[in-house]
C-alpha cells in the first residue's frame, strides 16, 4: 500500500497546476478570511446637510440650554459625514453612489423639539435619502439609520429625564431654581410638611381647623413619597428594556476562532472530497484499477491507501491555512496538537467520504463535479443555526447535516481552537462516519470495474 | 443449451487437455457468465498448454473479454470452472493498463513492487531488454506511442514471470509495423515456454501466430482446434477447397447463422 502512495504523491508532485492550488488556495483564504475578521465594516459614507441656523441649536429645557447638536453626536459617529450646502448636492451625491445615504436636519426641528418638551404633538423629524438598488443594501442602510437615530433619541432621552428628575427633586425636597437670570427658592414637600406638622401643633385638637390642616399633611406626605418613586419611573423610561444574556448551547467561540474554524472545514471538504474522489476514479479512467485488485492490493486496502493520500494532503494544507490564520486572529498555539487531531479526524472522514464518491461516480470528471456540487449544500446545512428555521426545518437539517462530517469537523475545530465544548463526541462522530462510507465506497467498488 | 457440435478437435472438446495433447497449464470447462438476463458466455471450454498461442475470435460481443477476464481471476464464473490454473495469471487488458504521469522504469518499479519481485531492480532491467523500452526507459508512458504503450503494458503483465499471459487485443490500434514489432516479441515469449492466449479481431493474426484457434460467437465456443482444421471444415461443408482463411472464417459463422 506504501507504494502505491508514494506513487500517488508522486503524480501527484508531476501535476504542477494541482499542487500550485493546494498551496495556494489555504494562503489565499487565510488572507481572505483574515482581512474579514480583524477589518471589520467601515462606516458608510453619509451626506449631512444641517439647516438649523446655529443660533437655533439649543432648546430650553427647565431653565437648562440643551444642545441638540451635541445630543445627536451618536448619529455622526456610526457614519463619515460628509457636509453638504444644498438638498440639490446631497441628492446628487446620492445619485452618483458617492454616499450611501443624505441626512437632512430641516431648519424647524430644535423648534419641534422645543415645542414636544411643553406639550406639543408635531414630533421632530429628519430626512433620509439614499438609493435601492439592491434589497440588501436598502435592509443595510434602513438598518444602520435606524439603529443611529435610536442612539440619538436614548441621548436626548436621558438628558430630558434628568432635567425632569431635577424638577421632581426640587418639588420634594425644595432648593433654587433659576430661570431667565433670576433665582427661586423652592419651598419643596418636605419642608411644607414638617412647617405643616408645626403649624397643626399649635391649633386646638379636635377643631375644623385642625381637621383641615392635618389633610393638607396627609397630602403632602403622600406626595413627598410617591415623587420619591417618579426618579426609579424616569430612569426606567430612558432604558425601558435591558438585555442580560445566558449562553444555554454552545461555548462563547470568539469571532475570530469561529471564522478560522469555518474557513478549515470548508477547506478540508473541497480538497480532500475533490482528491479522494478524484485519485479514486483516476485508477480507473487509468484502466489499472482491474490490474491492482487481481492480487496486488485489496480493494479495501486499495479505498484506504486513498483515504490515506487525501487526508495526508488535506491535513497539510488545513495546518497551512490555520497556521496563516494565526497571524490575523488570536489562535490558541497551546492546543496545537489538538488542531492536528480536529484537522487530522475531519480529513479522514472527508476522505472516506471522497472515495464513496469517486467509487459511486466512477470517471474523474464525474467524481469531481458531484464531489463539488454535494460540498456546497453540506457547507450550508452545516452552518444553519438553530431557530433561523422551523423546529421541524431544524431537526431534519440536523439530521442531514450528522450525516456528513462537516457539522463535526467544524464542532471539533471550534472546540481546540476556542477551548470551549468538549472534543471527543465530533471526533467518534468523524470516525464513525469514516468507517460508513469507507464501506459504502467498498459496497460501490462492486460496480467499478465495468 | 445451444450445440457444441461445430467443435472439430477431441482433444479441445475434453476439458482439461490441450487439443495437442500436452498437459495444459491453463484449463476451463464449461464456463457460463450473465450479465442480467444476458448470457454472455453458455458452456465455453478452453485449454493451453505450455508454450502455446492460443487465439480467441469472434465477432463484437462474442464474449471474448468475458472469458479472458474470468480465466485471469478478475471476475466469477455463473457456471463451470477453472479446472487447472497456475498461481501466477499474466493479463493484459486492451486499454494499456499503466500510469501516464509516471515514467516507463517508474511503472515496471511500481508494479515489480506490489508483485513483491525479490529483486525490482534486476526485473525492471530485464523487462526493459526483454521490451526493448531500455532507451525510454526515463520517459513518462504518457509520452509513449501506441505500440511502446502496449509493449510497457504487456511487460508489466510479464514481471510476475506466470507461465500463462492473457492478452486482450493486443494490438487494437497499432500501426503494421507496431503490430509486427509486438507479435515477434510475444512469439518470443511463447518460444520460452508461456502459454498466450490472446482475444484478437484480426483473423489473418489468428491464423499466422494462432497454434490453437478457438471461435467464439454470441457467447458459444463454436470451433477449437488448429487454424488449418478451421479451413478444412469449412471447405467440406462448402465443398469449396483453398481460399483465405479471413474468408473460411466468415463462410464458417455465416453457416452457423452468425
Known amino acids: 500500500m506504501r507504494w502505491l502512495l508514494a506513487k500517488d504523491l508522486r503524480i501527484l508532485r508531476r501535476s504542477p497546476f494541482l499542487v500550485a492550488l493546494l498551496v495556494l488556495y489555504p494562503i489565499i483564504i487565510a488572507a481572505l478570511v483574515g482581512f474579514a475578521v480583524t477589518s471589520g465594516p467601515g462606516k458608510p459614507r453619509v451626506a449631512i446637510l444641517n439647516l438649523v441656523p446655529p443660533a437655533a441649536n439649543t432648546i430650553s429645557l427647565g431653565g437648562e440650554k440643551v444642545n441638540v447638536a451635541k445630543q445627536a453626536q451618536p448619529l455622526y459617529d456610526s457614519v463619515e459625514p460628509i457636509r453638504v450646502h444644498s438638498r440639490a448636492e446631497a441628492l446628487q451625491r446620492v445619485r452618483d453612489g458617492d454616499v450611501l445615504g443624505a441626512l437632512i436636519i430641516p431648519p424647524d426641528i430644535t423648534q419641534n423639539l422645543q415645542a414636544a418638551t411643553l406639550g406639543g404633538t408635531k414630533p421632530a423629524r429628519l430626512q433620509f435619502l439614499f438609493n435601492a438598488e439592491d434589497p440588501a443594501k436598502q435592509s443595510f442602510v434602513e438598518n444602520t439609520l435606524k439603529a443611529r437615530v435610536q442612539d440619538a433619541n436614548t441621548a436626548l432621552a436621558k438628558k430630558f429625564t434628568r432635567v425632569a428628575a431635577d424638577y421632581i427633586r426640587l418639588l420634594s425636597t425644595g432648593g433654587t431654581f433659576s430661570i431667565i437670570g433670576s433665582s427661586f427658592n423652592v419651598l419643596g414637600l418636605q419642608r411644607t410638611e414638617a412647617i405643616l406638622q408645626q403649624v397643626s401643633r399649635s391649633v386646638p385638637k379636635g377643631s375644623a381647623a385642625a381637621k383641615q390642616l392635618a389633610q393638607v399633611i396627609q397630602f403632602a406626605t403622600l406626595a413627598r413619597q410617591n415623587l420619591g418613586l417618579a426618579n426609579g419611573v424616569l430612569s426606567a423610561v430612558g432604558t425601558p428594556i435591558r438585555i442580560d444574556t445566558t449562553i444555554v448551547k454552545g461555548g462563547k467561540t470568539p469571532l475570530g476562532a469561529f471564522a478560522a474554524a469555518v474557513a478549515v472545514a470548508v477547506t478540508l471538504m473541497f480538497v480532500t472530497l475533490l482528491l479522494a474522489a478524484g485519485a479514486l476514479a483516476l485508477e480507473r479512467e487509468e484502466n489499472a484499477f482491474l490490474r491492482l485488485v487481481r492480487g496486488l492490493v485489496s480493494q479495501t486496502g486499495l479505498l484506504v491507501e486513498k483515504v490515506g493520500l487525501a487526508t495526508i494532503c488535506s491535513a497539510a494544507v488545513g495546518l497551512i491555512l490555520l497556521v496563516g490564520l494565526s497571524f490575523f486572529v488570536a489562535l490558541p498555539w497551546s492546543r496545537f496538537g489538538l488542531w492536528v487531531i480536529a484537522v487530522a479526524a475531519g480529513a479522514l472522514a472527508f476522505g472516506a467520504l471522497g472515495v464513496a464518491m469517486g467509487a459511486l461516480a466512477r470517471e474523474v470528471r464525474a467524481a469531481s463535479l458531484l464531489a463539488f456540487m454535494a460540498s456546497l449544500p453540506i457547507a450550508v446545512l452545516g452552518l444553519v443555526p438553530s431557530g433561523a428555521v422551523s423546529s421541524g426545518l431544524y431537526d431534519l437539517v440536523r439530521v442531514v447535516s450528522a450525516a456528513f462530517p462537516f457539522k463535526a469537523t467544524l464542532d471539533a475545530l471550534k472546540a481546540a481552537l476556542s477551548q470551549t465544548g468538549g472534543m471527543s463526541g465530533p471526533l467518534l462522530h468523524l470516525i464513525l462516519l469514516a468507517v460508513v462510507f469507507t464501506a459504502v465506497a467498498r459496497l460501490a467498488l462492486r460496480r467499478f470495474a465495468y | 443449451m445451444a450445440h457444441r457440435a461445430a467443435s472439430t478437435s477431441a482433444a479441445a472438446d475434453r476439458a482439461g487437455a490441450s487439443p495437442h495433447g500436452h498437459e495444459p497449464v491453463l484449463a476451463a470447462r464449461d464456463l457460463v457468465k450473465r450479465y442480467g438476463s444476458r448470457e454472455a458466455l453458455r458452456g465455453v471450454s478452453v485449454a493451453a498448454a505450455p508454450g502455446e498461442l492460443v487465439a ?203
Request: hydrophobic share 40%; proline share 5%.
Open chain 2, 56 to 258: 480467441v475470435i469472434g465477432p463484437n460481443g462474442a464474449g471474448k473479454t468475458t472469458l479472458l477476464t474470468i480465466l485471469a481471476g478478475i471476475q466469477p464464473a455463473d457456471g463451470g470452472q477453472v479446472v487447472t490454473a497456475p498461481e501466477r495469471v499474466g493479463w493484459v487488458p486492451q486499454q494499456p493498463s499503466l500510469y501516464g504521469k509516471l515514467t516507463v522504469a517508474e511503472n515496471l518499479r511500481l508494479f515489480a513492487r506490489l508483485e513483491r519481485r525479490p529483486d525490482v531492480e534486476g526485473t525492471v532491467e530485464q523487462m526493459l531488454d526483454q521490451t526493448a523500452l531500455a532507451d525510454r526507459a526515463g520517459d513518462l508512458a504518457s509520452t509513449l506511442s501506441g505500440g511502446n504503450k502496449q509493449r510497457l503494458n504487456i511487460a508489466i503483465g510479464l514481471l510476475a514471470e506466470p507461465p500463462v499471459l492473457l492478452l486482450d487485443e493486443p494490438s487494437a490500434a497499432l500501426d503494421p509495423r507496431q503490430r509486427e514489432r509486438l507479435w515477434e516479441f510475444i512469439g518470443g515469449l511463447a518460444a520460452s515456454g508461456t502459454a498466450v492466449i490472446y482475444a484478437t479481431h484480426n483473423v489473418q493474426e489468428a491464423e499466422r501466430f494462432g497454434r490453437q484457434v478457438v471461435v467464439l460467437a454470441d457467447g458459444e465456443r463454436l470451433f477449437a482446434g488448429s487454424p488449418g482444421e478451421l479451413e478444412r471444415v469449412v471447405g467440406e461443408r462448402s465443398g469449396e477447397a483453398g481460399g483465405d482463411f479471413e474468408a473460411a472464417f466468415v463462410e464458417f459463422l455465416r453457416q452457423r447463422g452468425h
